[in-house]
């Protein structure tokens, strides 16, 4: 009888550890339940700001530069790109320069007597056109 006393004590004791074990992971997943229903609750909810326009304009702080010009994300640009006239005016001196290079201008010089040419005469170039 006293095996059996002692059998049966040891198997109550055990079925008290795993009603322990077995609750403690029944109240885990409760917390983690209620953990996730709360992430979920605060995921759905609007935010809600609230705005307090008790404060008077003379003492309202004043608006950032930055903010009153609201440019955004722009790039940022040289000095010489910033003005659009000297932007253009620089295009047109670059297209010129180009237009040099693919076409003889007449030079008209203002003065009074024939001086010979300004740039000189170069011999290895012809202009002249075969018939």
């Known amino acids: 009888a006293g095996l059996d ?16 074990v077995v609750e403690g992971a ?7 339940l209620e953990r996730e229903k709360k ?7 609007a935010h809600v700001y609230t705005y307090n326009d008790d404060v ?25 790109r910033r003005n659009p006239r000297i932007k253009n ?3 047109y001196e ?7 290079g693919v076409a003889r ?3 008209t010089e203002l003065g009074g007597s024939y001086a010979g040419e300004v740039t ?3 011999m290895r170039s012809t202009k002249s056109v075969k018939y």
Request: hydrophobic share 20%.
């Open 89 to 91: 005016k620089l295009k």
């Open 39 to 45: 992430f979920q609750d605060r995921r759905n909810s």
């Open 5 to 20: 006393e002692v059998a049966d004590g040891s198997e109550a004791e055990e079925e008290e550890e795993d009603d322990g």
């Open 120 to 122: 000189g005469i170069n």
């Open 56 to 80: 008077d304009e003379e003492d309202r702080r004043k608006a950032s530069r930055e903010v009153v010009k609201n440019r955004g994300l722009t790039p940022y640009r040289n000095k010489k």
């Open 26 to 32: 029944k109240s885990k997943r409760q917390r983690k």
């Open 105 to 107: 201008i007449a030079r």
């Open 94 to 100: 670059d297209k010129m320069k180009r237009h040099k």
